[in-house]
């Protein structure tokens, strides 16, 4: 199996290529740009390789909710690629990638809150339980809200861990009840987006390249304020 994963949905900008079970990386330092380095990064993972694009299985790519303008560039560039390949396209949310790097690091959890800064005062959150092949699969649905209204689903199997960069910025997150350790640095990865792409290929549901289509949960951001 071969899969090529790119995400640009934070500061973060990384590309990785799953090869069966190995795994190859790369990733930059927090910072812009990466609309001028993602395609140098997936030249370099592909030459370390010795393949070429159509060689390829798939490309998965971090389809958000995240930065605007990183959501938008990893569908483009992904789509782009597709193209041009002749490839299918998975597209992985960003906050399952997280939650997937809070289960990897701690082998005990059983499930994970996931909250990312959203700005204008909210949060994107997400639930994920770890499912029996250590994969993380969706605990409900993905939302974007004030950090006040974030709440742990009935039956969410525990530990419950919480990771993500919006427990930096809303402190009052870590008071959620029930959370027994708080991973808040975590960002996601095109590591854990190959990964996850995995039983999406499996199961025969890759999508076409015009399908890589970019999620933002907040559809108002260019609305004007009505006041």
């Not at 079970?21 to 997936?42: F, N, T």
């Not at 790519?61 to 990893?74: H, S």
């Not at 959890?109 to 250590?134: F, K, T």
């Not at 999508?207 to 009505?226: E, T």
Request: aromatic residues 4%.
């Amino acid at each position: 199996m071969r899969i090529l994963a790119l995400d640009t949905a934070t500061e973060v900008c990384s590309v990785a290529l799953l090869l069966d079970e190995a795994l190859l990386v790369r990733e930059l330092p927090p910072g812009p740009g990466h609309s001028a380095h993602i395609l140098g990064l997936v030249q370099a993972v592909l030459a370390e390789a010795q393949l070429v694009l159509q060689e390829l299985d798939c490309i998965a790519f971090g389809r958000g909710p995240g930065g605007f303008t990183g959501v938008r560039l990893a569908a483009s560039v992904t789509q782009g690629l597709a193209y041009g390949a002749e490839l299918k396209v998975v597209p992985v949310s960003d906050l399952l990638a997280v939650a997937q790097r809070a289960l990897d690091l701690e082998p005990s959890a059983q499930s994970v809150l996931v909250c990312n800064d959203a700005r204008m005062q909210e949060v994107y959150w997400s639930c994920a339980s770890r499912g029996p092949s250590g994969l993380a699969v969706p605990a409900g649905t993905e939302q974007v809200s004030p950090p006040e209204r974030v709440v742990l689903p009935d039956g969410l199997p525990g530990p419950v861990h919480g990771a993500g960069r919006g427990f930096v910025v809303w402190p009052q997150l870590k008071l959620t009840p029930n959370l027994t350790q708080i991973q808040a640095e975590l960002l996601p990865c095109a590591r854990e987006i190959a990964r996850l792409a995995v039983p999406v290929w499996l199961a025969g549901k890759a999508l076409d390249p015009a399908q890589a289509q970019p999620v933002y949960l907040r559809d108002d951001v260019a609305k004007p304020s009505r006041k």
